[in-house]
């Protein structure tokens, strides 16, 4: 696959990063339209194609690449009479880089298999600024021939590429990842707002944690907001994670697996959501805390 054409849909910050990114490398990149029309203005500047369906832009390229909010973003631009699969070429390679349910990926592998084509799950790590860089952490998973074939793309898009097996495993390890994460983002929130309950100052507080084994990028990131007032470190917003957080629940169940641990995170996230602060990012849960605490 020396010179493939592809298709991108979802132009997020995310995702608007990776075209342009894929621009930078010199592919040729169809575009889909998004909301916020920011990123795909971005991309057509600078010689991008527009698409006007999603089956308009699966006819025209040999590989597809969607990076969107939820699994419900991404079967409803894959699936019906304007959808990926009914425009999908023989041969052609499918690339979910958003966090999806494990179930639904390898439901749409199936459909995808049937159409002639192949579906890779492949989350991503770190930020958009990594993606605008070709720095993110990518974890495909999914047929490994198809994997080889476009490795050199997410070699682009990509600092670290892993392929972790059959498909939906990228997805499930995503998952696990983002609840890991949450939890512990939300502990520390906590941590800081019961020190200032029992009148400790967040930076002893801090200082005493970071100099055992607790320390770690994810307390770096709430200190830095707790701290030093930055809420940017960790540009994750809250109606994010507790996206992932159900996800990673709903997974769980799937596999009956009861999750007491991820129970905590998903009650704090959908209070600090109900309370007004869906759109905030994940640091200030320190106030969320906080004002809780106040009575």
Do not use: W
Request: charged content about 25%; aromatic content about 6%.
């Amino acid at each position: 696959m020396t010179t493939p054409r592809i298709g991108f849909i979802g132009l997020g910050l995310m995702g608007s990063a990776m075209v342009q990114r894929l621009l930078d490398k010199g592919h040729g990149v169809t575009v889909l339209g998004h909301r916020d029309r920011t990123g795909i203005e971005a991309a057509t500047a600078r010689g991008a194609a527009e698409a006007d369906s999603a089956r308009g832009l699966a006819a025209e390229s040999d590989v597809v690449m969607l990076c969107m909010g939820t699994s419900e973003q991404v079967e409803a631009r894959m699936t019906g009479p304007d959808g990926v699969i009914a425009g999908l070429r023989e041969g052609a390679i499918v690339i979910d880089f958003g966090t999806s349910l494990p179930g639904s990926t390898k439901a749409l592998g199936g459909q995808v298999r049937d159409a002639g084509g192949t579906y890779l799950d492949a989350p991503l790590g770190r930020t958009p600024s990594h993606g605008r860089e070709g720095k993110l952490n990518i974890m495909c998973a999914g047929e490994r021939g198809a994997f080889d074939r476009v490795k050199p793309l997410l070699d682009d898009l990509g600092e670290n590429v892993f392929h972790l097996g059959a498909l939906g495993n990228g997805h499930t390890i995503k998952l696990i990842n983002n609840f890991f994460a949450m939890t512990t983002a939300n502990a520390m929130a906590e941590a800081f707002a019961m020190a200032d309950r029992a009148g400790i100052a967040r930076q002893d507080l801090f200082d005493v944690m970071g100099a055992g084994p607790l320390r770690s990028g994810m307390m770096e990131f709430i200190k830095a907001y707790a701290v030093d007032g930055d809420d940017t470190a960790l540009a994750f917003s809250v109606r994010n994670a507790a996206k992932d957080v159900g996800y990673y629940r709903e997974m769980a169940g799937e596999l009956s697996a009861d999750s007491i641990m991820s129970a905590c995170a998903d009650r704090a996230l959908n209070a600090a959501i109900e309370d007004g602060r869906g759109d905030e990012m994940v640091p200030r849960m320190v106030d969320f805390f906080a004002d809780r605490f106040k009575g």
